[in-house]
């Protein structure tokens, strides 16, 4: 089974700082999906990621995708407290065709 | 659009109590999951459906049921509510599949003492 395990578990940083979180599994990734779920919310779609060595933008985030995808990193530039959430990356889980999440990175942006 | 809509927001049950999730969606997806969100075990798949009439179990199907007459509606219930359900709950769409982009509801944060 496809194991999604992200790192840090926990961030706390100050307002204008950057970060970078990571995706890393055990099998290669068909493709990633990062999510951001904002407190007492569902998760919502950032971006999806396809070809080994993709980079996405959007807005001050980066997504990366490992040349070999079995890893993935999100940097955030300059950050801001409206960043605040838990970051879930997921991906199809081998052969069980179902999408698979990992625990996640919680990150607090104090202003 | 309203998107994915839950109900309950929260809910208290007492051990042995049956009730049903709400979810329903208007976007015309075909593709429809349940996840429970318990802290450092991410989301979790419970039932998912493919379509109206097509239902299948996920990774944690013990203790529920779920049925889809519609297109836009799959409620979730729990036949006899324990503790271990206590838990955040997520309802999703998909246009393109189960494993594909997911379009959650906002959740329902269920109690069971």
């Known amino acids: 089974t496809q194991l999604l395990e992200q790192s840090p578990q926990f961030l706390s940083i100050q307002e204008g700082e950057n970060l970078t979180v990571y995706c890393n599994s055990s099998s290669v990734f068909s493709s990633l999906q990062w999510y951001r779920q904002e407190p007492g919310e569902g998760p919502v779609l950032l971006v999806t990621v396809v070809t080994g060595g993709e980079v996405k933008k959007l807005k001050r985030l980066t997504f990366q995708f490992g040349d070999a995808r079995k890893d993935s990193s999100l940097h955030i530039t300059a950050a801001q407290p409206g960043d605040t959430g838990l970051y879930l990356c997921?991906?199809?889980?081998?052969?069980?065709?179902?999408?698979?999440f990992g625990t996640g990175t919680l990150l607090a942006v104090q202003p | 659009n309203a998107g994915v809509t839950q109900t309950p927001k929260f809910q208290v049950l007492k051990t042995g109590q049956s009730m049903t999730l709400q979810c329903a969606q208007d976007m015309n997806h075909e593709y429809m999951s349940w996840y429970r969100q318990d802290p450092g075990m991410g989301l979790r798949l419970i039932h998912y459906s493919v379509g109206a009439g097509i239902t299948d179990q996920g990774e944690v199907p013990n203790g529920y049921n779920v049925s889809r007459s519609t297109t836009e509606d799959f409620p979730l219930r729990l036949l006899s509510a324990a503790p271990s359900q206590t838990s955040v709950y997520f309802c999703a769409s998909s246009y393109d599949g189960i494993a594909a982009e997911q379009y959650f509801g906002p959740g329902t944060r269920l109690t069971v003492t």
């Open positions: 997921a991906s199809r889980g081998g052969a069980t065709n179902k999408l698979i």
